[in-house]
């Protein structure tokens, strides 16, 4: 992970089909004048800097909320053809998924709410995966969705 708390990560989704651009980041300009987004590569660290005129707006971001954990499931387990029968290799750890609350307010210079709401992170949960050869009892050909 980079650090960030729960909520305040990155992801980089790349559609598989041209119809899959609904996760592109898409926002309004609210100011009348030009934005700068100006982004800098520092080793594997993206970042984005965001420069325009100041609107006398302030942002406060709250301290996330995040749901109880979804249970991964029970572990899964797919053939690998590289392996030898019976030998099995544990490729992915279990990981529960929950939800993460973000609350956001911003004000304008007079102290009016121009906007109060949550963004929400849907993070899924992640059975125990493993690789076992061919023809190992209990195999499944890929794992479950």
């Known amino acids: 992970t980079d650090g960030s708390p ?14 899959e651009f ?20 520092d080793g594997d660290t993206a970042y984005a800097h965001l420069y325009g005129r100041d609107n006398g707006w302030t942002t406060e971001i709250f301290e996330p909320r995040i749901s109880e954990p979804k249970d991964p ?22 990981q529960p998924g929950y939800t993460v609350y973000l609350r956001r307010k911003v004000t304008d210079r007079d102290g009016n709410v121009v906007s109060d709401g ?3 992170s849907d993070y899924r949960s992640q059975p125990e995966a493993w690789e076992v ?13």
């Open 6 to 19: 729960p909520g305040m990560d990155a992801a980089i989704y790349q559609p598989n089909t041209p119809d």
């Open 22 to 41: 609904e996760k592109d980041l898409i926002f309004v300009n609210p100011l009348n004048s030009w934005l700068l987004l100006m982004m800098v590569v």
């Open 73 to 94: 499931g029970e572990p899964v387990q797919r053939e690998n053809p590289e392996l030898a029968r019976g030998e099995r290799r544990k490729v992915q750890n279990a």
């Open 118 to 120: 949550d963004f929400v």
């Open 133 to 145: 050869g061919p023809g190992t009892p209990g195999t499944t050909a890929t794992p479950p969705a």
